[in-house]
């Protein structure tokens, strides 16, 4: 029996005094289960009573005590696990919400096991606490597994509710924590082995018991965790270092716990896993320390994307200089399988990096860059680690690239089957990505284009559009708008509409508002460069494609012609100049580009712009010629914008007073009021004939009122501008033909769009009756219409276009007759001039003198008048008022037996002009008569011209 006494140091309690017979007899009962006295079998509490009766009498005894009390432990759980199974009458709706069962016999068993075990620990921890923490934890994975098809527990947190609900588990769940906790200032790796051995065989229904063990002693069981799993990793020679294919290498059993352990961990103790794991990196690059701390941690690291994206971020900042040279001693000595497997392994690893995945790319493009273009003073980085970085780069690329095309999918346009963290990550820096590779550094912005492309791939069917607009709406110059094209040729073969869908991105950033001006201008800018430069001979091209799609979003470009911003507007119509011509518009659309291109052109004259106002008459001149009616409402438009409003300044004329907001955007001056100025002074109007009412030469403040027909601008802008003006719309005259006539006329219909136009602006009253008053009247009916007639020539006062555009509409001979109401009101308040002049020379009236040459020029031109009636008028200035009166007296009454009627005019099919034969009308010498007697009269001067007026 003396073999049986407690070993040296064992550390049992104390105890009363037990006799060798007592002993005897004690473990009797034990291995008989059986009163040795009276040879009744004993019960199970009393059973396990014995067994701890002879563990504190009998430490040696310890592993059958303990085996014992494992069936104790496991008939409790099942008990448990019974009455839990049973359903009460009213059972609530969780389960797990049931109370637990009343304390029995068994329970009070196990609370004396803890007690005794307990008081073990704390006498003699060093020999007790391994050998209990070992038995409890493995004990635990034993009942985690054999009962864990019975509980219906579903989830790590209703296992640990079920399992701390239970005494038996909870028990040994205590006397593991007080093991570890025993230990933990001194030694407990035994503790930490145990529970990864543990967790090895029994995962995952063990998960939930180092989940509350991690909770509990995180500092601890983090780095005990990672320790113990570089030493097993260690002792299995690198095993996980050599296998780059993936995964847990089965030599390497508790690499996978570790794994499980930590990731457990990771939602609430994040920071110290971090911590730890950036400590081991940088310990194990430090010399003397072993060479397999950092293929572990890779290691670890792949088979945990938690864990990576844990510690990804903080890492790469690490990476100095000095921290990458001793990555380079560390590794560079390996042999060339090994460093294949490693770089294998790091290409994998950023494959599965989704935190920092922007950064990550960032610092392998820096490192991997020519030491001339990144390297700053003070830092001396190895060559070999640049030469190293770069390859990463290129297998990085590599393996991406399998990773989007290799898939099971019919169409890359479907979308990937599968995620790539790392291109995941990036999927929401794509303006980044293309902002770095419009740098054009060398070599850099190769590899940024070609991770461009694969993801735009990858995120199919937006990822390329979103990458072609931030290219375009950013490139400045050739060499980096062709990033675009060369992005669209690579993508052309595997993304099907790929212009259509950018030309749509264009358009809804523009309309969101998500471009500033200057971007905006450029994008715009870029987008005619690249329908400009098509190759006729490359219809997959990318201009060739994009021209058609933009042209369906020609409505909403064209509004851009408004945009306050000039480069803004101007790169619109540079764009809208380079796309063909559109067919498919509705003509409310067409009518909108149309308001939309005048108003711009007129914007384009008051900046004086030269290749501005080149673009706005090219796209006015391709809108016109879309169909007849968009040529006919381009003029119209032409000429109401350039004589109303502010616009007329542009011309030299003045605008009219009731206007207070020029057509080109800018406002002028509010147009001085009497009314508004006596109502200022007097509490009602006052008729008197008082100094506010009946003399006002202008306002306080704004100073006097300008004289009538003044112009704003200087005589060369004037003639500048008067002449773009008739280009443009002669062009639009042109187009608008169906049949073109040929130069120097322009077709009747054309004209007489601009006659119409002419008649509704000058004198809006007359427009409506034009039709009806062809006919010439008498002069005495005249009289009838003197206002209407001093209303006209003050608007032809105002605004000296008006007679260039009169010019323009005899260019198509009948279309004159249209303007008949202009031309009568003209000629009848110049007669009454020229009747009222007391002055001895026309020369003292220059402005009239010039409108009658102007007005009879146009008639003759406009085969209103014979060739030597329409001559007349270089006589004007050589003679004397009452003698001019004469001659247009002459003229009123030819045009009043000869009405000008387009009815009097023939079309000439071989010339395409249509001509008026003067000879079938009847002699007109009798018109000449007045002429005649003027020449006789002024024989003396007039003499030499007098062979031109014969009839």
């Known amino acids: 029996m003396a073999a049986l006494c407690d070993p040296p140091g064992s550390g049992s309690p104390p105890r009363a005094p037990l006799s060798p017979q007592d002993l005897s007899q004690e473990l009797k009962a034990f291995l008989?289960?059986?009163?040795?006295?009276?040879?009744?079998?004993?019960?199970?509490?009393d059973h396990a009573r014995c067994a701890l009766r002879l563990l504190r009498r009998l430490p040696a005894a310890r592993h059958a005590v303990l085996q014992h009390l494992a069936g104790l432990f496991?008939?409790?759980?099942?008990?448990?696990?019974?009455?839990?199974?049973?359903?009460p009458p009213n059972p609530p709706s969780n389960p797990l919400l049931l109370p637990p069962p009343a304390p029995s016999a068994l329970t009070e068993v196990i609370h004396e096991a803890q007690r005794l075990l307990l008081a073990f620990i704390k006498a003699k921890p060093n020999a007790w606490a391994p050998l209990l923490a070992s038995w409890a934890v493995e004990l635990l994975g034993q009942l985690s597994s054999k009962y864990s098809g019975r509980h219906g527990a579903r989830g790590l947190n209703e296992l640990l509710q079920l399992w701390m609900s239970c005494e038996a588990t909870r028990t040994l769940m205590d006397i593991y924590a007080q093991c570890l906790a025993a230990l933990i200032a001194s030694c407990p790796d035994a503790c930490v082995d145990a529970l990864l051995d543990t967790s090895v065989q029994h995962s995952p229904h063990f998960d939930w018991v180092v989940a509350h063990i991690g909770g509990s002693f995180p500092g601890t069981i983090i780095s005990r965790v990672l320790s113990c799993g570089l030493k097993d990793f260690c002792a299995h020679g690198d095993a996980a270092a050599a296998a780059a294919g993936g995964g847990a290498d089965k030599r390497v059993p508790k690499l996978a716990s570790v794994v499980g352990i930590l990731g457990h961990l990771a939602s609430r103790h994040g920071a110290s896993i971090k911590q730890e794991l950036l400590r081991m990196f940088h310990e194990g690059l430090a010399p003397g320390q072993h060479k397999g701390t950092v293929p572990f941690l890779l290691q670890l690291a792949l088979m945990s994307p938690p864990l990576l994206g844990t510690v990804a971020a903080e890492l790469v900042e690490s990476l100095k200089p000095s921290v990458l040279n001793q990555l380079h001693q560390r590794f560079s000595p390996l042999p060339r399988d090994e460093l294949d497997s490693t770089v294998a392994l790091l290409v994998r690893l950023i494959c599965q990096t989704s935190a920092g995945a922007f950064r990550t790319l960032q610092f392998l493009l820096d490192t991997a860059m020519p030491a001339s273009v990144i390297t700053q003073p003070g830092?001396?980085?190895?060559?070999?680690?640049?030469?190293?970085c770069d390859r990463l780069v290129a297998l990085l690329l590599l393996q991406l690239q399998k990773s989007v095309h290799n898939r099971p999918s019919a169409s890359l346009a479907d979308g990937p089957q599968r995620c790539v963290p790392f291109l995941e990550a990036l999927r929401g820096r794509v303006a980044e990505l293309c902002a770095e590779t419009l740098r054009l550094e060398r070599k850099r912005y190769l590899w940024q284009h070609q991770l461009l492309g694969l993801l735009a791939v990858y995120a199919a069917p937006h990822g390329a559009p979103e990458a072609l607009f931030h290219l375009l709406a950013s490139a400045k110059g050739q060499d980096e708008l062709a990033l675009a094209t060369q992005l669209h040729a690579v993508l052309a073969a595997s993304l099907a509409d790929l212009p259509g869908s950018t030309a749509a991105l264009c358009v809804r950033q523009i309309h969101a508002g998500a471009l500033a001006a200057p971007q905006l201008a450029q994008l715009l800018h870029n987008l005619a460069l690249v329908v400009a430069n098509e190759d006729v001979n490359e219809p997959a091209s990318l201009g060739a494609q994009l021209a058609p799609a933009l042209v369906l979003h020609l409505p909403e470009l064209a509004q851009l012609l408004l945009h306050p911003s000039a480069d803004a507007a101007e790169a619109a119509a540079l764009l809208l100049c380079s796309l063909p011509a559109p067919r498919c518009l509705r003509p409310a659309q067409l009518h909108a580009a149309l308001r939309a291109a005048v108003h711009h052109f007129f914007l384009a004259l008051r900046r004086a712009g030269g290749a501005g106002l080149c673009h706005a008459a090219r796209l006015l001149e391709k809108l016109s010629a879309v169909t007849p009616s968009a040529g006919r409402a381009a003029l119209q438009l032409l000429v109401e914008g350039a004589l109303r409003?502010?616009?007329?300044?542009?011309?030299?004329?003045?605008a009219p007073g009731a206007e207070a907001e020029a057509d080109g955007g800018t406002k002028s001056k509010p147009a001085a009021s009497l009314l508004d100025t006596n109502r200022?002074?007097?509490?009602?109007?006052?008729?008197?004939?008082?100094?506010?009412?009946?003399?006002?030469?202008?306002?306080?403040?704004?100073g006097l009122k300008a004289p009538p027909g003044s112009p704003a601008l200087g005589e060369e802008e004037v003639n500048r501008n008067t002449h773009a003006f008739l280009g443009v719309l002669l062009r639009c005259c042109r187009v608008a033909e169906p049949a073109p006539p040929p130069v120097p006329c322009i077709g009747p219909e054309a004209a007489k769009t601009v006659a119409s136009a002419l008649v509704d602006s000058v004198c809006p009253a007359a427009a409506a009756a034009a039709g009806g008053e062809l006919c010439w009247p008498p002069e005495e009916q005249a009289r009838s219409t003197v206002e209407r007639d001093l209303g006209i020539l003050r608007r032809f006062r105002q605004q000296p276009l008006l007679f260039p555009l009169l010019r323009v509409v005899a260019m198509g001979r009948p279309a004159l007759c249209y303007c008949s109401v202009l031309l009568r009101g003209l000629l009848a308040t110049l007669m009454a001039h020229w009747d009222a002049c007391r002055d001895g020379e026309t020369t003292a009236s220059p402005w009239h003198l010039q409108a009658s040459c102007a007005l009879v020029a146009c008639m003759a031109e406009g085969s209103l008048l014979p060739p030597v009636l329409g001559e007349v008028q270089e006589l004007f200035p050589r003679l004397a008022p009452?003698?001019?009166?004469?001659?247009?007296?002459?003229?009123?009454?030819?045009l009043r037996e000869h009405s000008p009627l387009p009815q009097r005019f023939s079309f000439q099919p071989h010339r395409g002009l249509f001509q008026r034969d003067f000879a079938r009308?009847?002699?007109?010498?009798?018109?000449?008569?007045?002429?005649h007697g003027v020449l006789h009269r002024n024989v003396d001067r007039l003499g030499l011209l007098a062979g031109r007026f014969r009839s």
């Open 32 to 45: 008989t289960g059986s009163d040795p006295t009276l040879g009744t079998p004993l019960s199970p509490p």
């Open 74 to 87: 496991d008939d409790h759980v099942c008990a448990h696990l019974r009455l839990r199974s049973e359903i």
């Open 379 to 388: 830092l001396a980085l190895h060559d070999g680690v640049r030469e190293a």
């Open 645 to 654: 409003g502010g616009n007329a300044e542009l011309f030299g004329g003045a």
């Open 680 to 702: 200022r002074f007097t509490a009602a109007v006052d008729f008197s004939a008082g100094v506010w009412s009946v003399f006002h030469a202008g306002v306080i403040g704004h």
């Open 882 to 894: 009452f003698e001019v009166r004469l001659l247009l007296l002459s003229v009123w009454e030819y």
């Open 921 to 931: 009308e009847g002699d007109p010498g009798k018109y000449l008569v007045a002429l």
